[in-house]
């Protein structure tokens, strides 16, 4: 059993940043993929980043302004978003994979707005 936990949300301007961080229950040496989908009221969830073994995965729409990392020793992954448009509010969901079995996070609300 796997246990995502988000954090790191918030209000944040237009241009503005935010880290949101992906907490795991275990090591997360086992968990391939991982990575962060996002939701817009009335939308479906779409895929912002996937990091695996083999490379990572960027949304078009975030290539250049985020950056996922992996912290396998503090067992988080981290989003980090930079020149935040109001395009990007969404609720952000943790994601990973072991195995066959998909692991979802209750996910962090991120709203750009001025």
């Known amino acids: 059993q796997v246990q995502l936990v988000e954090s790191g949300g918030g209000l944040v301007q237009p241009g503005g940043s935010l880290r949101l961080s992906c907490a795991a229950s275990g090591s997360i040496f086992r968990i391939d993929p991982m990575g962060w989908y996002r939701q817009a009221p009335g939308k479906q969830r779409d895929l912002v980043v996937l990091?695996?073994?083999?490379?990572?995965n960027y949304a078009d729409s975030v290539k250049g302004r985020f950056t996922v990392s992996r912290d396998n020793a503090q067992n988080t992954v981290y989003l980090q978003m930079n020149s935040l448009k109001p395009e990007d509010t969404a609720r952000y969901y943790c994601?990973?994979?072991?195995?066959?079995?998909?692991?979802w996070g209750q996910g962090t609300q991120v709203t750009v707005s001025s």
């Open positions: 990091i695996r073994r083999g490379g990572t």
């Open positions: 994601y990973g994979a072991v195995g066959y079995r998909d692991y």
